[in-house]
């Protein structure tokens, strides 16, 4: 068992930028795909970015082009720019394991002036 930790969540005023962090207990060298997920009060929880071990990246349409998912396998930590971030971005974002069902307790993303 993997355990997650996400850091890096705040308030930011619209067009900002964060960087959140997730540290994982143990190795992440084998897991194939690691991802960032969020939640806003009142919906569903969806995927935001996924990476692969080899770093292949897939995104939802809501952020290309503003937010990126890296990973550095020799630090076992998963990060996600956020960049021009919008109202709408505000939510908790969990850091995820998805196929091996590992997650973090989420970070709170909060967009507002």
């Known amino acids: 068992q993997v355990q997650l930790v996400e850091s890096g969540g705040g308030l930011v005023q619209p067009g900002g930028s964060l960087r959140l962090s997730c540290a994982a207990s143990?190795?992440?060298?084998?897991?194939?795909?690691m991802g960032w997920y969020r939640q806003a009060p009142g919906k569903q929880r969806e995927m935001v970015a996924h990476?692969?071990?080899?770093?292949?990246?897939s995104y939802a349409d809501s952020v290309k082009g503003r937010f990126t998912i890296s990973r550095d396998n020799a630090k076992n930590t998963v990060y996600l720019q956020m960049n021009s971030l919008k109202p709408e971005d505000t939510a908790v974002y969990y850091c995820?394991?998805?196929?091996?069902?590992?997650w973090g307790q989420g970070t709170q993303v909060t967009v507002s002036s």
């Open positions: 143990g190795s992440i060298f084998n897991i194939n795909t």
């Open positions: 995820s394991a998805p196929f091996l069902g590992y």
């Open positions: 990476i692969t071990r080899i770093g292949k990246t």
